[in-house]
């Protein structure tokens, strides 16, 4: 990876082929999973009408969905009241579209701004905000499924599954880290 530099109001790296490539396919795959999750939104004539969308009012299924999309209200685990499920209903079905059209906006604005072939990236600030974003969804996505916790070493056996994805996670890592110290220049 070379490092993120600051020219004036813009935030320049070369990307190598294939560092451009994982890095759209993740981004890519986690877009796709997000649309299906915008998807599964209730259709009702009161949105048709009012042109207010509702999500769904139940957590994702999926642990790479739920660390994506939150509760907007933390319940009791010893023993939710009635009212707190309302409420963590309510809040998600209310704010969920919303999340949903920011997260796969910052998408949209990477696989616009990183050439497929790898190359020069040129970002604005508001561009590069968006980058960081979407790194950090690529980032939780991929350090839920690798199980990423604290105690995880930097390197794993060559026969865990694990292995070969940790290297990108922390690739990743990298990039992001990168760009927010240029943009802090």
């Known amino acids: 990876m070379n490092p993120w530099r600051r020219e004036g109001d813009e935030i320049v790296t070369e990307m190598e082929r294939q560092e451009a490539a994982v890095l759209r396919a993740m981004v890519s795959q986690v ?4 649309l299906a999750r915008a998807e599964e939104a209730p259709q009702d004539e009161l949105t048709e009408l009012t042109g207010i969308r509702t999500g769904p ?15 907007f209200h933390r319940l ?18 209310l704010h969920e579209p919303t999340l949903l059209d920011l997260k796969t906006g910052v998408a949209g604005v990477v696989l616009a701004t990183c050439p497929p072939e790898g190359g020069e990236v040129r970002l604005n600030l508001e561009q590069a905000d968006a980058w ?15 199980d990423v916790d604290e105690n995880m070493p ?3 056996p060559d026969d865990d599954p694990r292995s070969g994805h940790l290297p990108v996670y922390h690739w990743l890592t990298l990039v992001q880290e990168e760009l927010v110290h240029a943009m802090s220049l």
């Not at 877009?31 to 997000?34: E, K, N």
């Not at 009635?82 to 809040?91: F, G, K, N, Q, R």
């Not at 960081?132 to 690798?146: E, H, P, Q």
Request: aromatic share 0%; hydrophobic share 40%; charged share 30%.
């Open 31 to 34: 877009s796709d999973m997000l």
């Open 57 to 71: 009012s139940t957590a994702p299924d999926d642990p790479i969905l739920s660390r994506l999309l939150p509760d």
């Open 76 to 93: 009791d685990d010893d023993k939710p009241a009635t009212e707190d499920l309302d409420s963590a209903a309510a809040l998600r079905s």
């Open 132 to 146: 960081l974003s979407a790194l950090n969804d690529v980032r939780l996505a991929l350090g839920t499924a690798l």
């Open 154 to 156: 930097d390197e794993l």
